[in-house]
């Protein structure tokens, strides 16, 4: 997305990435003319405001120059003898001129920018590059295969890194390798690539491709690893990027094909090795991932070439490109909106009508006010993955169970280069605060893989240290034993055997009292017979009397009604009894199922109909011998009942009816 623009023809150079506020000189370009044929020279300075949403960028500082440049690069602040606090620029004139400007004193205003020149060149100078380690060292190529090492602090005489390279050529680009300091290559229009040592002020590596149809426009080291650089062509043939491993300097490592015509330049991001700027003359400008050869960005395009592209140091989301229509424009890689911007374009072309009176009568008239049409928001997408400055350098998150997931980008170290990139890890460690809890979990999990719960809930039982953690796994342990139904009832508190004593000592008790004597007279039955008479005139009797307290306990009936079910209401907990009486051991036997004893105890206690429906829950065997028991112990009552009911009864029941 475009954020500013410059209406020059020139070209540029950004502020060291040390410097703050940002600047961006922009110099005259040489053999370049604009719509004015103005043969005036400048060089001027402007500031990069993100916070003005307008694309105007303010000028800081202009100075007037007799020469025109084919090159310049801003040097960070610490070079040459005077104070320069905002570094130093380095121009290549047309005329082989070397031209040092103090930036302080162009922002300033001052008239004293010059701090020095040299014309030692014997051609334009249309190549120059600062060593990265050293500040106050420059490389500059001209014309004659001509290549100077210029000492800031010793501007007049310039070294030579060896002798020319023949055929004489001239050099299109220098670049000073980023990793090892005294490693120099330079770039020939005839597609030759040779890298110097300056230690031994020879080449020691020539580089050319063998369809001999490269024209090398550009050349750039790879930030990170010393042995590879980037080679642009300017041949429409042939409008490629070669990727260069100087380790198998036979072929190149890969090739970046996407122009369809030249490349006029090229720029290597230093803040993420993955970004790899191109300009050509399809009036394309493409951001690359050099290691998958892949077009991750591309940006607007423009009406005419751009001959030079930079990358901004201080913001490295933030680029530069110079375009033969007169224009320099300032992108970002980080997406954004254009319509903001396009309606800047059309405010600033309605203002450049003015609103006279196209008749001649001098009054202003109103603005004109249009309907406008709706359009769709244009978005501009930003790369396709995340650069490497935003990216996070390392990370870390807990996972279930004690995990630690971890990872860091490290940046590999020179000596460990290769050619293809590490790929990225992943650790995943085990972080142990709690060594009791981590060995119970362990504990625990061998147990579940094992099956052996009754060992484990034991072991619990045996280490634990209160009443209420013993019960807890107690009742646990229960769960994985076979006869888990009679084992929860012991722990309740119901055992078999104590209750089946006890249902037999009441029973027996019971029965001493219930059975005859052993030396009772079988003539005293007809004593009982008699009394049996008298008990059913005494019922005949009480008959009566029943009948006519009917109708006054009716009336007590209505009353205790309404006060029982306000009772029932207020009664809302069911107890059941477990106490040790009759009902008492009867519960309790149903608790364990033993129906057997709950039919006997309500037999001894004369609840036939209770013991009728107990057998039958505890199935036909059980009810069959309750039957019988029935019939066996109410045997002897039916006969006495019988005589009872003789000539005597059968006559009194027939006068009754």
Same mark, same amino acid.
């Given at each position: 997305?475009?954020?500013?623009?410059?209406?020059?023809?020139?070209?540029?150079?950004?502020?060291?990435?040390?410097?703050?506020?940002?600047?961006?000189?922009?110099?005259?370009?040489?053999?370049?003319?604009?719509?004015?044929?103005?043969t005036n020279a400048s060089l001027e300075i402007f500031e990069l405001d993100l916070a003005d949403s307008t694309l105007d960028m303010k000028p800081c500082g202009t100075f007037s120059s007799s020469h025109r440049y084919h090159k310049l690069i801003w040097g960070a602040p610490g070079n040459g003898s005077k104070d320069m606090s905002a570094?130093?620029?380095?121009?290549?004139?047309?005329?082989?001129?070397?031209?040092?400007?103090?930036?302080?004193?162009?922002?300033?205003?001052?008239?004293?920018?010059?701090?020095?020149?040299?014309?030692?060149?014997?051609?334009?100078?249309?190549?120059?590059?600062?060593?990265?380690?050293?500040?106050?060292?420059?490389?500059?190529?001209?014309?004659?295969?001509?290549?100077?090492?210029?000492?800031?602090?010793?501007?007049?005489?310039?070294?030579?890194?060896?002798?020319?390279?023949?055929?004489?050529?001239?050099?299109?680009?220098?670049?000073?390798?980023?990793?090892?300091?005294?490693?120099?290559?330079?770039?020939?229009?005839?597609?030759?690539?040779?890298?110097?040592?300056?230690?031994?002020?020879?080449?020691?590596?020539?580089?050319?491709?063998?369809?001999?149809?490269?024209?090398?426009?550009?050349?750039?080291?790879?930030?990170?690893?010393?042995?590879?650089?980037?080679?642009?062509?300017?041949?429409?043939?042939?409008?490629?990027?070669?990727?260069?491993?100087?380790?198998?300097?036979?072929?190149?490592?890969?090739?970046?094909?996407?122009?369809?015509?030249?490349?006029?330049?090229?720029?290597?991001?230093?803040?993420?090795?993955?970004?790899?700027?191109?300009?050509?003359?399809?009036?394309?400008?493409?951001?690359?991932?050099?290691?998958?050869?892949?077009?991750?960005?591309?940006?607007?395009?423009?009406?005419?070439?751009?001959?030079?592209?930079?990358?901004?140091?201080?913001?490295?989301?933030?680029?530069?490109?110079?375009?033969?229509?007169?224009?320099?424009?300032?992108?970002?890689?980080?997406?954004?909106?254009?319509?903001?911007?396009?309606?800047?374009?059309?405010?600033?072309?309605?203002?450049?009508?003015?609103?006279?009176?196209?008749?001649?009568?001098?009054?202003?008239?109103?603005?004109?006010?249009?309907?406008?049409?709706?359009?769709?928001?244009?978005?501009?997408?930003p790369l396709k993955k995340p650069p490497k400055w935003i990216r996070r350098p390392v990370g870390a998150t807990f996972a279930f169970g004690g995990k630690l997931v971890t990872f860091q980008n490290l940046k590999p170290q020179a000596q460990a280069q290769q050619q293809q990139e590490a790929p990225f890890q992943v650790f995943v460690s085990?972080?142990?605060?709690?060594?009791?809890?981590?060995?119970?979990?362990?504990?625990?999990?061998?147990?579940?893989?094992?099956?052996?719960?009754?060992?484990?809930?034991?072991?619990? /039982?045996?280490?634990?240290?209160?009443?209420?953690?013993?019960?807890?796994?107690?009742?646990?342990?229960?769960?994985?034993?076979?006869?888990?139904?009679?084992?929860?009832?012991?722990?309740?508190?119901?055992?078999?055997?104590?209750?089946?004593?006890?249902?037999?000592?009441?029973?027996?008790?019971?029965?001493?009292?219930?059975?005859?004597?052993?030396?009772?007279?079988?003539?005293?039955?007809?004593?009982?017979?008699?009394?049996?008479?008298?008990?059913?005139?005494?019922?005949?009797?009480?008959?009566?009397?029943?009948?006519?307290?009917?109708?006054?306990?009716?009336?007590?009936?209505?009353?205790?009604?309404?006060?029982?079910?306000?009772?029932?209401?207020?009664?809302?907990?069911?107890? /059941?009894?477990?106490?040790?009486?009759?009902?008492?051991?009867?519960?309790?036997?149903?608790?364990?199922?033993?129906?057997?004893?709950?039919?006997?105890?309500?037999?001894?206690?004369?609840?036939?109909?209770?013991? /009728?429906?107990?057998?039958?829950?505890?199935?036909?065997?059980?009810?069959?011998?309750?039957?019988?028991? /029935?019939?066996?112990?109410?045997?002897?009552?039916?006969?006495?009942?019988?005589?009872?009911?003789?000539?005597?009864?059968?006559?009194?029941?027939?006068?009754?009816?």
């Open positions: 997305m475009k954020l500013k623009e410059i209406n020059r023809t020139a070209v540029q150079a950004w502020s060291p990435a040390q410097h703050h506020p940002i600047y961006l000189a922009a110099g005259t370009s040489a053999q370049q003319l604009d719509a004015t044929f103005s570094g130093v620029l380095v121009a290549g004139g047309e005329n082989g001129n070397i031209i040092l400007y103090n930036p302080s004193e162009i922002i300033a205003g001052g008239e004293e920018a010059v701090i020095g020149q040299n014309d030692t060149h014997s051609g334009p100078v249309r190549a120059l590059d600062f060593n990265p380690f050293q500040n106050n060292l420059v490389a500059s190529g001209a014309n004659e295969s001509e290549i100077y090492i210029w000492d800031l602090n010793n501007f007049e005489t310039p070294m030579t890194p060896g002798s020319k390279s023949q055929p004489s050529e001239d050099v299109s680009c220098v670049a000073w390798n980023r990793q090892v300091q005294h490693i120099l290559a330079s770039a020939n229009p005839s597609g030759r690539a040779v890298v110097w040592d300056l230690r031994k002020n020879e080449p020691i590596l020539k580089v050319s491709d063998h369809t001999n149809r490269m024209h090398c426009s550009g050349l750039a080291w790879h930030p990170d690893i010393a042995t590879q650089m980037a080679v642009a062509s300017e041949d429409d043939r042939m409008p490629v990027i070669q990727m260069w491993d100087l380790r198998f300097a036979t072929s190149p490592l890969r090739t970046l094909e996407s122009h369809t015509r030249g490349i006029l330049a090229i720029a290597w991001s230093l803040a993420d090795p993955e970004l790899l700027l191109s300009c050509g003359k399809d009036n394309r400008m493409l951001c690359w991932n050099p290691n998958t050869a892949e077009v991750v960005y591309e940006l607007p395009t423009a009406t005419q070439w751009c001959f030079d592209i930079q990358w901004c140091p201080r913001n490295p989301a933030v680029l530069s490109a110079a375009a033969f229509d007169g224009h320099i424009s300032i992108y970002s890689l980080m997406g954004g909106n254009l319509d903001a911007q396009r309606q800047q374009q059309v405010d600033n072309i309605s203002s450049s009508f003015g609103n006279l009176d196209p008749f001649g009568t001098g009054q202003a008239l109103p603005p004109l006010h249009l309907p406008q049409a709706i359009t769709q928001p244009s978005a501009v997408m085990q972080v142990v605060t709690e060594s009791e809890l981590l060995n119970r979990s362990n504990e625990l999990q061998n147990t579940i893989h094992s099956g052996s719960f009754v060992e484990y809930c034991q072991s619990k /039982i045996n280490a634990a240290q209160t009443d209420f953690e013993r019960n807890v796994w107690g009742f646990l342990k229960v769960n994985f034993e076979k006869d888990h139904r009679n084992k929860y009832l012991e722990l309740l508190g119901y055992k078999q055997e104590e209750l089946t004593e006890k249902i037999a000592t009441v029973l027996q008790s019971d029965a001493d009292k219930i059975d005859l004597p052993a030396d009772q007279d079988p003539g005293d039955s007809e004593q009982t017979t008699e009394s049996a008479e008298d008990n059913l005139a005494t019922e005949d009797q009480s008959l009566g009397e029943t009948d006519d307290e009917h109708e006054e306990d009716e009336e007590d009936l209505d009353l205790n009604m309404a006060t029982s079910e306000k009772q029932v209401e207020k009664e809302t907990k069911f107890n /059941i009894s477990v106490s040790g009486d009759v009902d008492g051991l009867i519960t309790q036997a149903l608790l364990t199922g033993n129906f057997e004893g709950a039919v006997d105890l309500c037999l001894h206690d004369n609840r036939m109909a209770d013991a /009728i429906i107990l057998a039958i829950a505890g199935g036909q065997e059980l009810l069959a011998k309750t039957q019988k028991k /029935i019939l066996c112990q109410n045997k002897k009552q039916d006969y006495q009942v019988d005589r009872c009911c003789g000539d005597k009864g059968l006559e009194r029941n027939f006068t009754v009816m």
